[in-house]
C-alpha cells in the first residue's frame, strides 16, 4: 500500500517543476486569453516544454493512464510558435487532444472486388496487406514483434490493413502457409505514405553474410535434398 | 460583459496530484484566477490550498479536510496579475509538500 505520507526525490522535482511549469501556461494565457477557446472545460492539460526534455518524458507518461481513466486529455506545448497575426488566434490549434488508440477488426474485410491489395517491399522484407484496395491511408501502429496495424483514427480506430517485418526471414518460416501470400503480391517498395509513418528496421542481407559463391553452394545443396 | 469562467486540470505527478486552475473572463479578457493545489489521497482528490487572484487582490486560502477555508492569507497588495502569479507559483512550488503534509496531518 502506498505510504501517502511519503514522496519520493523524483516525484517531489517533477511536481515543483510542474508547478512552475503552470506558471509559464497561466502567464501564456494572461498574455494570448485565446488559448482558453480551444480547451474545453474541466479538460486536463499535459503541458510538454521544449525546453525540459526529462520533464516532457515524465508528463508524457502519465497520458496513457490518463486517457485510460477516460479523462479529456489535451496536450499544449509551452511556448508554441504564434501565428502571426492575432487575427488568426481563434482558428489556430493550440492544444492537441489525447486518447489511446482501440484498434479493432471492421465488420468486413476487403468488402469488394479488388479491395485486397498486397505488398512486398523486398529491399526491406516487409510484407503489407490492404483490406480497403488504398483508399483508407491509415496510420501505422507498432503492434506485436514485428509486425504493425494500419489504423484509421477517423473511423473508431478499424484496422485497414497490417505489416509483417522480417517477413521472409523471421514470419514464414514461422507459418509456412504465409509464403503463398507472395503470389498475390505485387513486387515493389512501399511510398512513404503507404508505410503510415512508420519506418521499418532495415532488413538483414538476403542469405546472410556469406559471399555470392556460397549462396549458390548453399541453394545447390538444397535442390539436392529436395529432389533426393 | 457577462463573466465566464472555465476550468483546466493540470497532473503534477505520478500520484495523480493536481492543480485545478479557474479563469474568469469577461470578454476575451481574464478578469480573475485561481489555482488550487489537489492531493489524490487514496484515490481521492481533496483540495489543500488556493491562490486566488483578481486585480490587485490576491490571497492564499488554507484548507480543511472538509474543504473549508481555515485560513486566509493576504499576498501583499496591488500586485497586478504576473507579480500575483509570480509569487503564488513560487510559494506553491517551494512549499507544496509542506502544505501537503499540513493537510495530512488535519485528517480527522
Redesign the interface.
Known sequence: MTDIYVIDPLTAEMTARNIRLTGRFIAEILETPEILDGIPDDATVVLLPPDDPELAQYNSHMMPALADAEVDVHVFMVDQVRPDLSQWYPNHHWTQQFRNLEPHWPATVAPGSGDLQVIYDRERDVLRVDFFGGRRLGIGVPWRTGTALLIDPDANDEIVGYFIGHFLEVAAQRAPQLITTLRMAEFRSLTVEELGGLVPPPAPEAGGNRTEQEKAGSLATEFDQLTA | MPETS??????????G?M?R?R?V?EG???IR?A?Q?EAN??GVLRRVVRFDMAHGFAHRDDIDWNGNTIAKVPMPGHLD??DA??L??ND???N??RY??AF?ERQP
Do not use: C, G
Open positions: 472555465k476550468e483546466i486540470l493540470r497532473p503534477l505527478n505520478e500520484f496530484d492543480l486552475i479563469f473572463r476575451k479578457a481574464v484566477f489555482v493545489y489521497i487514496d496579475y504576473n502569479l509570480t503564488a507559483i506553491l512550488a517551494t507544496w509538500y501537503r503534509a495530512l
